[in-house]
């Protein structure tokens, strides 16, 4: 059972960045593709990106040009670097990993590929 342990969100203005970190207990993680997913109030879950064990990433629309993934094999890490943010970013955020998929854009897309999940982490951007 892999747990995953999310920190780095917060409160910030328009304008500004946030890194958030989410670390896994055990396993390959050398293997895993990393997710990023979030859920503003009111709505669905909605895909943020997915980087794979070797760095090959893919991005929502919302996210590109502002938001960086990233990996740390070594530390069983993923981050999400955010910048530029907007209050239309406001959500939780939850990473997740999928530790057999196969890294096609139609299939990171979807949360119910991936195995395990991040407990969340609120992302406030006030304007």
């Known amino acids: 059972q892999v747990q995953l342990i999310q920190s780095g969100g917060g409160s910030v203005q328009t304008g500004d960045s946030l890194r958030l970190s989410c670390v896994a207990s055990?396993?390959?993680?050398?293997?895993?593709?990393v997710g990023w997913f979030r859920q503003a109030p009111g709505k669905e879950r909605e895909f943020v990106g997915a980087?794979?064990?070797?760095?090959?990433?893919y991005y929502a629309d919302s996210a590109k040009g502002r938001f960086t993934m990233s990996r740390d094999n070594g530390k069983k890490t993923g981050l999400l670097q955010m910048n530029s943010l907007k209050p239309e970013d406001t959500a939780v955020y939850y990473c997740?990993?999928?530790?057999?998929?196969?890294?096609?854009?139609?299939?990171?897309?979807?949360?119910?590929?991936?195995?395990?999940w991040g407990q969340g982490t609120q992302v406030t951007v006030s304007s």
């Open positions: 055990e396993g390959n993680f050398n293997q895993f593709i």
């Open positions: 980087i794979s064990w070797n760095g090959d990433t």
């Open positions: 997740a990993v999928d530790v057999t998929g196969r890294f096609y854009e139609i299939v990171v897309r979807r949360d119910y590929e991936y195995d395990y």
